[in-house]
């Protein structure tokens, strides 16, 4: 079995900064690519960043310049830095991970329970 657990998150005022961590455990015998996500109350689960085994990156518009994605595959986790932060960016954070288990032959997807990030004004 693979958990994911995310820590970090909280409450910033707007032009602040915080650091998710993402950290994986179980029976992993390694992970490709790890992303987070984010759903704002009212609205659709958006996709914020990703990493690729390769640690090539990618991010979406509106965090695009303000966050960054890293990895640390000896740990088994995810980073995201969050600057410059907005009331905008206030939502559950979630990370996801493709995980191949010593117990399978292929990739499965595995999710963290989230973090709240909230921004005040």
């Known amino acids: 079995q693979v958990q994911l657990v995310e820590s970090g998150g909280g409450l910033v005022q707007a032009g602040g900064s915080l650091r998710l961590s993402c950290a994986a455990s179980?029976?992993?015998?390694?992970?490709?690519?790890w992303g987070w996500y984010r759903q704002a109350p009212g609205k659709q689960r958006e996709l914020v960043a990703t990493?690729?085994?390769?640690?090539?990156?990618s991010y979406s518009d509106s965090v695009k310049g303000r966050f960054t994605i890293s990895r640390d595959n000896a740990k088994n986790t995810v980073y995201l830095q969050m600057s410059s932060l907005k009331p905008e960016d206030t939502a559950v954070y979630y990370c996801?991970?493709?995980?191949?288990?010593?117990?399978?032959?292929?990739?499965?997807?595995?999710w963290g329970q989230g973090t709240q990030v909230t921004v005040s004004s």
């Open positions: 996801t991970a493709e995980v191949l288990a010593y117990s399978t032959t292929w990739f499965n997807d595995y």
């Open positions: 990493i690729s085994s390769g640690a090539s990156t």
């Open positions: 179980g029976s992993i015998f390694s992970i490709n690519a």
